[in-house]
């Protein structure tokens, strides 16, 4: 099957602004995009850049704008994507060459919503234990591999990067509705400031674009309600 | 001013994204709510105008009759119908997170209802142009 590939390049030393590159590949319908990107930087045109690791939907490095809606290269095939394919880097992040960004921002609002067990109390010399159905509350956002497609698809972020995103809210839901943390009311703070969670539209562009299935758009619903009925 | 061009980014980003329901649906609820508060501050003005005695407003009055003024409350009823349907889901959608899992259909839904409602409204709306004086 033959493919043609249209890449938004960008390289910051040469550059003004980004440009569209086309390269013609014989693909397998059951290749994966990351592979076909691998030709092209190996065999094509070397000077290719994009950033991956595990390439199998577990690390989150290879989020890009595949026909115009965040995808995992990994985890796309090249029979959903037809014969000409549009491959851009993720939005609302600033370019830093080709399909690579700068996820400094995007880390920086992971780390301000306290992504760790808070808890002072003395647990002895044993587990933190917790019910199936405690652990049910927050099973989905246990999902989250930080590939950053749903902040980056997110309008709201588009117009206004001091957002928190949703990636980072799904991190905050994973803790406030953690029965063994006691950290809820600090981070229900971060959530209910100006770029918090009250700049959600509910777009649901975010649910279409998790690799893992998140309901993320639920989860955001969830802590706007506990921050509105001071309840978690 | 950096707002704006933000925004204005936001908007093209906005339009070149392939996303679903959810995103088109969000996109005519903001157009759709600029149309109404537009007209909203056309209304204002109407009524302002009582100020200065009936015959100004009347005369006035009068463009809201025009044909393509009649064109343009089409669109305006299109706006004010799809803005209050589509805000009942996002009302739904925010008190009951649940129910996010049902979007598409509740999107569906509201469009079965304004669709049908618009057309016959356009009817009654734009008969009048072509009706014999």
């Known amino acids: 099957m033959r493919a043609t590939i249209k890449i938004l390049r960008f390289n910051p030393e040469v550059d003004k602004t980004s440009h569209w590159a086309e390269y013609q590949v014989d693909t397998e319908p059951n290749e994966q995009l990351l592979n076909v990107l691998h030709y092209i930087k190996w065999n094509l045109d070397g000077t290719l850049t994009l950033r991956r690791s595990c390439a199998h939907g577990i690390c989150g490095s290879d989020a890009m704008v595949v026909n115009g809606r965040n995808r995992l290269a990994c985890k796309v095939l090249m029979k959903y994507l037809g014969s000409s394919v549009t491959v851009e880097p993720i939005r609302g992040l600033r370019v830093i060459k080709d399909l690579v960004v700068d996820m400094e921002p995007f880390m920086a609002k992971y780390k301000s919503i306290m992504p760790y067990l808070i808890n002072d109390e003395d647990p002895g010399s044993r587990e933190r234990p917790q019910s199936p159905e405690e652990r049910e509350r927050f099973d989905d956002t246990t999902k989250c591999i930080l590939c950053a497609a749903c902040t980056t698809a997110c309008p709201s972020f588009w117009a206004n990067g001091e957002y928190v995103g949703p990636a980072a809210i799904v991190q905050a839901h994973r803790f406030i509705f953690d029965s063994r943390d006691r950290g809820a009311a600090e981070r229900l703070a971060v959530m209910n400031e100006w770029s918090g969670v009250w700049r959600c539209r509910t777009i649901f562009n975010c649910v279409e674009a998790c690799p893992r299935d998140i309901n993320v758009t639920k989860a955001i619903g969830e802590v706007k309600k506990a921050i509105l009925f001071d309840e978690v | ?133």
């Open chain 2, 1 to 133: 001013m950096a707002q704006a061009v933000a925004v204005i980014r936001a908007f093209y980003k906005g339009i070149t994204y392939r996303g679903r329901e959810g995103h088109w649906a969000w996109m005519m609820h903001r157009v759709g709510g600029l149309g109404v508060l537009l007209f909203l501050a056309l209304h204002i003005f109407d009524i302002f105008l009582i100020g200065f005695g009936p015959e100004v407003f009347n005369r006035f009055l009068f463009i809201y009759h025009s044909p393509p003024f009649r064109v343009l409350i089409v669109f305006l009823i299109y706006g004010v119908l799809y803005h209050a349907l589509n805000g009942l889901r996002i009302i739904i959608i925010d008190f009951w997170p649940s129910t996010t899992r049902y979007e598409r259909q509740m999107f569906w839904v509201a469009m079965a209802i304004v669709i049908p409602v618009w057309l016959v409204a356009a009817y009654f709306t734009i008969a009048p142009i072509f009706a014999p004086h």
